[in-house]
């Protein structure tokens, strides 16, 4: 069913959903900043760190890396549960790369690094992606170093990606998670959309839905990126609302009223 507010503005789509091709995601600078460290990272079989507030754009950051990252030689596998205790979480890995799981934890262990060591012998060099890392149980992260221990701790045959909320920096920085944090030489933060970010970014979400023109006066982007603070996916969600009604005062073009009068709504509901 076609949204009111899509006919209203003469949109084909709606412009701000999540569900955008790889290959057509937008970023501004310094997220391709980001994408760019973390490929060299893995050129050199490092593991890394990433952090960033929610909805500022982690997701997409990773999506452009997983269309940037050369085939031939890595193996991405992407784990998003990361609240299953340490046998649960090796299993998973397991599932997610292919291997019948074992029964014991340490048959799963052992089966992981078999599959590294092999694809190593095969010169594909594996990374584990590992999202919502904050909340990896502490048994995890207790023996997350071992699995990058082959060879006496010689060889370089897997990356971890540990991608989270600050707070995982926060927890890898405790003295008990010295011996992974020590491991992780390469340590990303995203940052937020800046004031001419979310202009572009409004523009390109819009033109992709079939609209070449201004629809949020300036000011009215302003009202927006203050309230958001530059994440990416709080701006989506109000600026479908002030589309909406904006087409229901049957006008043009969301001016700053609209926009105050969205973010006040929104704020209310949150702070229920």
């Not at 009111?4 to 709606?14: M, Q």
């Not at 701000?16 to 057509?24: A, H, L, M, N, V």
């Not at 990252?69 to 299953?84: E, K, M, V």
């Not at 572009?200 to 819009?206: A, G, P, S, V």
């Given at each position: 069913?076609?949204?009111?507010?899509?006919?209203?503005?003469?949109?084909?789509?709606?412009?701000?959903?999540?569900?955008?091709?790889?290959?057509?995601?937008?970023?501004?600078?310094?997220?391709?900043?980001?994408?760019?460290?973390?490929?060299?990272?893995?050129?050199?079989?490092?593991?890394?760190?990433?952090?960033?507030?929610?909805?500022?754009?982690?997701?997409?950051?990773?999506?452009?890396?997983?269309?940037?990252?050369?085939?031939?030689?890595?193996?991405?596998?992407?784990?998003?549960?990361?609240?299953?205790?340490?046998?649960?979480?090796?299993?998973?890995?397991?599932?997610?790369?292919?291997?019948?799981?074992?029964?014991?934890?340490?048959?799963?262990?052992?089966?992981?690094?078999?599959?590294?060591?092999?694809?190593?012998?095969?010169?594909?060099?594996?990374?584990?992606?590992?999202?919502?890392?904050?909340?990896?149980?502490?048994?995890?992260?207790?023996?997350?170093?071992?699995l990058l221990n082959y060879a006496w701790d010689s060889k370089a045959l897997l990356s971890?990606?540990?991608?989270?909320?600050?707070?995982?920096?926060?927890?890898?920085?405790?003295?008990?998670?010295?011996?992974?944090?020590?491991?992780?030489?390469?340590?990303?933060?995203?940052?937020?959309?800046?004031?001419?970010?979310?202009?572009?970014?409004?523009?390109?979400?819009?033109?992709?839905?079939?609209?070449?023109?201004?629809?949020?006066?300036?000011?009215?982007?302003?009202?927006?990126?203050?309230?958001?603070?530059?994440?990416?996916?709080?701006?989506?969600?109000?600026?479908?609302?002030?589309?909406?009604?904006?087409?229901?005062?049957?006008?043009?073009?969301?001016?700053?009223?609209?926009?105050?009068?969205?973010?006040?709504?929104d704020t209310k509901e949150r702070d229920r």
């Amino acid at each position: 069913m076609t949204q009111p507010y899509l006919a209203h503005f003469a949109l084909t789509e709606p412009p701000f959903s999540k569900e955008i091709p790889d290959q057509d995601l937008w970023l501004p600078s310094a997220k391709l900043a980001v994408v760019e460290a973390l490929l060299e990272a893995l050129d050199e079989r490092a593991s890394v760190v990433l952090v960033g507030e929610p909805g500022v754009g982690k997701t997409c950051v990773l999506r452009a890396l997983r269309q940037r990252i050369p085939a031939a030689g890595f193996r991405l596998t992407y784990c998003h549960n990361a609240t299953l205790g340490r046998r649960d979480f090796y299993r998973q890995l397991c599932h997610a790369v292919g291997i019948a799981p074992a029964a014991t934890a340490g048959s799963l262990f052992y089966g992981l690094t078999r599959h590294v060591e092999e694809r190593a012998a095969e010169r594909v060099h594996p990374v584990f992606l590992l999202d919502e890392a904050h909340l990896l149980h502490q048994d995890t992260l207790d023996h997350l170093h071992i699995l990058l221990n082959y060879a006496w701790d010689s060889k370089a045959l897997l990356s971890l990606l540990l991608v989270g909320l600050p707070e995982l920096r926060s927890r890898l920085a405790l003295r008990h998670n010295r011996s992974l944090y020590s491991r992780i030489h390469h340590r990303l933060e995203i940052p937020a959309l800046t004031p001419d970010d979310t202009s572009e970014y409004l523009r390109m979400r819009l033109a992709r839905a079939g609209c070449e023109r201004e629809l949020f006066a300036s000011d009215a982007i302003v009202v927006l990126h203050e309230a958001t603070l530059g994440a990416m996916r709080d701006l989506d969600r109000l600026a479908v609302h002030a589309l909406r009604e904006t087409a229901r005062k049957k006008k043009k073009l969301v001016e700053r009223d609209v926009a105050t009068r969205i973010v006040e709504i929104d704020t209310k509901e949150r702070d229920r």
